[in-house]
Nanobody, 120 residues
Framework: QVRLVESGGGLVQPGGSLRLSCAAS????????MGWYRQAPGKQRELVAT???????NYADSVKGRFTISRDNAKNTTYLHMKLLKPEDTADYYC??????????????WGQGTQVTVSS
């Protein structure tokens, strides 16, 4: 069984910083692209950032220059470093990953989400 578990969310003041983590566990052979999405109340889920297995990154325009995605392949973990947070960054943040298991089948997995609230 493969799982993605996020952590690091919470309440932060505008202008503050947070670091989200997403760790994959289970019978993993390899992990391809990993990413972060967010969903604010009443809105559709939207892409925040993605990172390839080789470290190539892609960001939503709304977070460029403020958020940084990274990954530690040895730990099967991706991180989202968020700075200069704004109230409009408030959302549930989800990580996703394309993971190949030990039986060499590849599936798209989602984490359970972690809440980020930016408010004074």
């Amino acid at each position: 069984q493969v799982r993605l578990v996020e952590s690091g969310g919470g309440l932060v003041q505008p202008g503050g910083s947070l670091r989200l983590s997403c760790a994959a566990s289970g019978r993993i052979y390899s992990i391809d692209d990993m990413g972060w999405y967010r969903q604010a109340p009443g809105k559709q889920r939207e892409l925040v950032a993605t990172i390839t297995s080789g470290g190539g990154t892609n960001y939503a325009d709304s977070v460029k220059g403020r958020f940084t995605i990274s990954r530690d392949n040895a730990k099967n973990t991706t991180y989202l470093h968020m700075k200069l947070l704004k109230p409009e960054d408030t959302a549930d943040y989800y990580c996703d990953a394309y993971i190949t298991s030990l039986i060499l089948t590849t599936y798209h997995y989602w984490g359970q989400g972690t809440q980020v609230t930016v408010s004074s």
